[in-house]
């Protein structure tokens, strides 16, 4: 594997469900993100880890739950989701955590909520 | 804080023909600026982007992007396109000024239909 990969690509999911979503980057790099993407919107940041620390939380609400064991490794654990949750999850990861450094995206998860 | 537009939402444009995605930003202080790319079902992937120097940069694919400081710009063009330049463009912008600023703010986004 190579770059970023998240799993499952495609997730539909109850209300009253619980289920997680993971991210794995091959790139070394230090830095983890989480984005929403709905459509005909602008990306969202929702989460920002820097050395499994989390540096960034934009506001996200308390179903969102992010979780980083180690700089290769990102999940977002979803509970009690809202149908407007739907949308596509971007994985995404950076050398450092910083406003210059280029980041990379995963091909994302799309999400369901039914 | 720092907000992009991108102008055009749709794009459609003919093999070979050139194309011009306009993108400006605001911002208080200095910004980085990129243009990213998202093929269908692809996660985003960097075109070009600028931090200093030349105001006119060079990307992947045979594009290139231009900053304007005066206009708030950073309009992203391609002299000929392909077939496979079809795909949703993004311009972002991030803060130069904080260095624990990690927040990218991207615009909503344009659509890029090439046809032949």
């Known amino acids: 594997e190579t770059g970023v990969t998240q799993t499952p690509r495609h997730l539909v999911m109850g209300m009253t469900n619980k289920k997680s979503l993971k991210c794995e980057q091959h790139?070394?790099?230090?830095?983890m993100y989480w984005y929403k993407q709905s459509a005909k919107k602008p990306l969202e940041l929702m989460f920002v880890?820097?050395?499994?620390?989390?540096?960034e939380n934009n506001s996200v609400p308390s179903r969102f739950s992010p979780e980083c064991p180690n700089s290769s490794h990102l999940f977002l654990h979803l509970h009690t989701l809202q149908p407007e949750d739907s949308a596509l999850y971007l994985c995404?990861?950076?050398?450092?955590?910083?406003?210059?450094?280029?980041?990379?995206f995963g091909p994302g998860t799309r999400l369901t909520v039914t | 804080a720092q907000s992009v537009t991108q102008l055009d939402s749709q794009v459609p444009v003919f093999e070979e023909a050139p194309v011009e995605l306009r993108c400006n930003y605001s911002?208080?202080?200095?910004?980085?600026l990129f243009w990213y790319v998202q093929y269908p079902n692809q996660g985003l992937q960097l075109l070009l982007k600028?931090?200093?120097?030349?105001?006119l940069v060079k990307g992947i694919n045979g594009f290139e992007a231009e900053f304007n400081k005066s206009q708030t710009s950073f309009h992203l063009r391609k002299p000929s396109v392909h077939i496979s330049d079809t795909a949703e463009y993004f311009c972002a912008v991030s803060s130069q000024v904080r260095s624990n600023d990690y927040k990218l703010s991207f615009g909503a986004g344009t659509t890029v239909t090439v046809r032949a």
């Open positions: 880890y820097s050395l499994e620390e989390r540096v």
């Open positions: 995404a990861s950076s050398q450092q955590a910083g406003s210059s450094y280029e980041q990379y």
């Open positions: 600028y931090l200093s120097g030349s105001t």
């Open positions: 911002s208080s202080v200095s910004v980085y």
């Open positions: 790139l070394g790099h230090n830095a």
